[in-house]
Protein backbone atom coordinates (compact mmCIF):
# COMPACT_ATOMS: atom_id res chain seq x y z
CA UNK A 1 0.00 0.00 0.00
CA UNK A 2 2.80 2.03 0.90
CA UNK A 3 5.07 1.61 -2.30
CA UNK A 4 1.77 1.79 -4.36
CA UNK A 5 1.26 5.13 -2.89
CA UNK A 6 4.75 6.41 -3.26
CA UNK A 7 4.75 5.51 -7.15
CA UNK A 8 1.11 7.21 -8.09
CA UNK A 9 3.33 10.14 -7.23
CA UNK A 10 5.81 10.56 -10.49
CA UNK A 11 7.37 13.84 -9.39
CA UNK A 12 8.24 12.78 -5.73
CA UNK A 13 10.03 9.22 -6.94
CA UNK A 14 11.88 11.62 -9.37
CA UNK A 15 13.15 13.71 -6.93
CA UNK A 16 13.94 10.56 -4.62
CA UNK A 17 16.32 9.26 -6.90
CA UNK A 18 17.61 12.98 -7.29
CA UNK A 19 18.48 13.31 -3.77
CA UNK A 20 19.83 9.42 -3.58
CA UNK A 21 22.45 10.57 -6.56
CA UNK A 22 23.54 13.13 -4.40
CA UNK A 23 23.88 11.41 -1.59
CA UNK A 24 25.57 8.56 -3.31
CA UNK A 25 27.94 12.03 -4.77
CA UNK A 26 28.69 13.13 -1.99
CA UNK A 27 29.89 9.84 -0.01
CA UNK A 28 32.21 8.91 -2.75
CA UNK A 29 33.52 12.15 -3.31
CA UNK A 30 33.65 13.63 0.60
CA UNK A 31 34.44 10.32 2.40
CA UNK A 32 35.98 7.56 -0.29
CA UNK A 33 38.08 10.05 -1.91
CA UNK A 34 38.57 12.77 0.68
CA UNK A 35 38.75 10.60 3.79
CA UNK A 36 40.19 7.32 2.78
CA UNK A 37 42.10 8.70 0.48
CA UNK A 38 40.56 6.71 -2.40
CA UNK A 39 41.65 7.75 -6.35
CA UNK A 40 38.86 7.38 -8.98
CA UNK A 41 40.09 5.01 -11.86
CA UNK A 42 38.84 6.21 -15.61
CA UNK A 43 36.06 4.21 -15.50
CA UNK A 44 34.45 5.56 -11.80
CA UNK A 45 34.76 8.92 -13.38
CA UNK A 46 32.71 7.71 -16.25
CA UNK A 47 30.51 6.54 -13.28
CA UNK A 48 30.38 9.59 -11.05
CA UNK A 49 29.43 11.38 -14.64
CA UNK A 50 26.19 8.72 -15.29
CA UNK A 51 24.91 9.27 -11.60
CA UNK A 52 25.38 12.67 -12.22
CA UNK A 53 23.53 13.11 -14.74
CA UNK A 54 21.05 10.73 -13.57
CA UNK A 55 20.42 12.75 -10.58
CA UNK A 56 19.78 15.99 -12.69
CA UNK A 57 17.55 14.21 -15.44
CA UNK A 58 15.41 13.23 -12.43
CA UNK A 59 15.52 16.50 -10.78
CA UNK A 60 14.42 17.80 -13.69
CA UNK A 61 11.45 15.07 -13.85
CA UNK A 62 10.62 16.34 -10.54
CA UNK A 63 10.50 20.33 -11.39
CA UNK A 64 8.09 19.59 -14.81
CA UNK A 65 4.57 19.95 -14.01
CA UNK A 66 3.48 17.88 -17.25
CA UNK A 67 3.48 14.04 -18.04
CA UNK A 68 5.08 14.89 -20.96
CA UNK A 69 7.95 16.52 -19.39
CA UNK A 70 8.85 13.90 -16.64
CA UNK A 71 8.69 11.61 -18.58
CA UNK A 72 11.05 12.55 -21.23
CA UNK A 73 12.98 13.35 -18.62
CA UNK A 74 12.47 9.67 -16.99
CA UNK A 75 13.41 8.14 -20.01
CA UNK A 76 16.96 9.89 -20.78
CA UNK A 77 17.30 9.10 -16.78
CA UNK A 78 17.17 4.99 -17.75
CA UNK A 79 19.20 5.54 -20.41
CA UNK A 80 21.93 7.28 -18.72
CA UNK A 81 21.59 4.69 -15.84
CA UNK A 82 22.12 1.95 -18.23
CA UNK A 83 25.23 3.79 -19.44
CA UNK A 84 26.17 3.79 -15.56
CA UNK A 85 24.99 -0.06 -15.07
CA UNK A 86 27.16 -1.11 -18.37
CA UNK A 87 30.39 0.59 -17.36
CA UNK A 88 29.83 -0.45 -13.29
CA UNK A 89 29.45 -4.49 -14.94
CA UNK A 90 32.53 -3.26 -17.09
CA UNK A 91 34.35 -2.95 -14.17
CA UNK A 92 32.87 -5.50 -12.09
CA UNK A 93 33.75 -7.26 -14.33
CA UNK A 94 37.94 -6.25 -14.62
CA UNK A 95 38.11 -7.05 -10.65
CA UNK A 96 36.53 -10.44 -10.99
CA UNK A 97 39.04 -11.36 -13.79
CA UNK A 98 42.16 -8.82 -13.57
CA UNK A 99 44.40 -8.65 -16.48
CA UNK A 100 47.96 -10.57 -16.40
CA UNK A 101 49.51 -7.11 -16.55
CA UNK A 102 48.15 -4.19 -14.45
CA UNK A 103 49.53 -0.94 -14.83
CA UNK A 104 48.38 2.09 -13.92
CA UNK A 105 46.96 3.74 -16.86
CA UNK A 106 46.34 7.37 -17.33
CA UNK A 107 43.65 9.59 -16.00
CA UNK A 108 40.61 10.01 -18.20
CA UNK A 109 41.67 13.71 -18.80
CA UNK A 110 45.00 12.56 -20.29
CA UNK A 111 43.45 9.88 -22.37
CA UNK A 112 41.32 12.73 -23.78
CA UNK A 113 44.16 15.04 -24.22
CA UNK A 114 46.47 12.28 -25.60
CA UNK A 115 44.59 10.63 -28.02
CA UNK A 116 41.80 10.82 -30.39
CA UNK A 117 38.18 10.48 -29.36
CA UNK A 118 37.73 7.37 -31.03
CA UNK A 119 40.96 6.09 -29.11
CA UNK A 120 40.64 7.53 -26.31
CA UNK A 121 36.73 5.86 -25.17
CA UNK A 122 37.86 2.30 -25.56
CA UNK A 123 40.95 2.65 -23.57
CA UNK A 124 38.41 3.94 -20.62
CA UNK A 125 36.10 0.81 -20.54
CA UNK A 126 39.65 -0.96 -21.30
CA UNK A 127 40.36 0.13 -17.70
CA UNK A 128 43.75 -0.34 -16.86
CA UNK A 129 45.46 -1.49 -13.10
CA UNK A 130 43.16 0.87 -10.93
CA UNK A 131 39.96 -0.31 -12.26
CA UNK A 132 40.61 -3.74 -11.72
CA UNK A 133 41.81 -2.92 -8.30
CA UNK A 134 39.57 -3.81 -5.32
CA UNK A 135 40.18 -0.82 -2.54
CA UNK A 136 37.05 -0.62 -0.82
CA UNK A 137 34.01 -3.39 -0.23
CA UNK A 138 31.02 -2.80 1.56
CA UNK A 139 28.80 -5.87 2.82
CA UNK A 140 30.91 -8.30 -0.02
CA UNK A 141 30.68 -6.24 -2.74
CA UNK A 142 33.00 -3.17 -4.61
CA UNK A 143 32.34 0.25 -5.02
CA UNK A 144 31.84 -1.02 -8.96
CA UNK A 145 29.28 -4.02 -7.93
CA UNK A 146 27.45 -1.20 -5.48
CA UNK A 147 27.24 1.43 -8.62
CA UNK A 148 25.92 -1.28 -10.87
CA UNK A 149 22.97 -2.75 -8.43
CA UNK A 150 21.86 1.58 -7.93
CA UNK A 151 22.28 2.04 -11.73
CA UNK A 152 19.68 -0.76 -12.12
CA UNK A 153 17.32 0.18 -9.23
CA UNK A 154 17.47 3.65 -10.69
CA UNK A 155 16.50 2.11 -13.86
CA UNK A 156 13.96 -0.16 -12.86
CA UNK A 157 11.82 2.07 -10.40
CA UNK A 158 11.98 4.87 -13.49
CA UNK A 159 10.45 2.46 -15.62
CA UNK A 160 7.85 1.29 -13.78
CA UNK A 161 6.93 4.86 -13.18
CA UNK A 162 6.97 5.34 -16.84
CA UNK A 163 4.52 2.28 -17.58
CA UNK A 164 2.49 3.01 -15.01
CA UNK A 165 -1.07 3.38 -16.20
CA UNK A 166 -2.00 6.75 -16.32
CA UNK A 167 -5.28 7.88 -14.76
CA UNK A 168 -7.45 11.12 -15.95
CA UNK A 169 -7.00 12.31 -12.01
CA UNK A 170 -2.64 12.47 -13.33
CA UNK A 171 -2.49 15.95 -13.43
CA UNK A 172 -3.34 16.96 -10.50
CA UNK A 173 -0.80 14.03 -8.58
CA UNK A 174 1.94 14.60 -10.55
CA UNK A 175 2.28 17.77 -8.04
Known sequence: MLLKS????????????????????????????????LD??????????????????????????????WRLWGLLAVAMSLIGAFTAARQSWLQWNPPEFA????????MIESFPLQRAIPMIFKGSGDCSAVDWT?????????????FLVFAVVIIAVLLRVPRRNDEVKSA
Open 138 to 150: FLGGTIANWSFVW
Open 40 to 69: PCPMCIVQRYALIIVGVFSAFAAFSSKPGG
Open 103 to 110: TCGRDIFG
Open 6 to 37: FFSYPRRVFASIAVISAAMLAFGILYLQNVVG
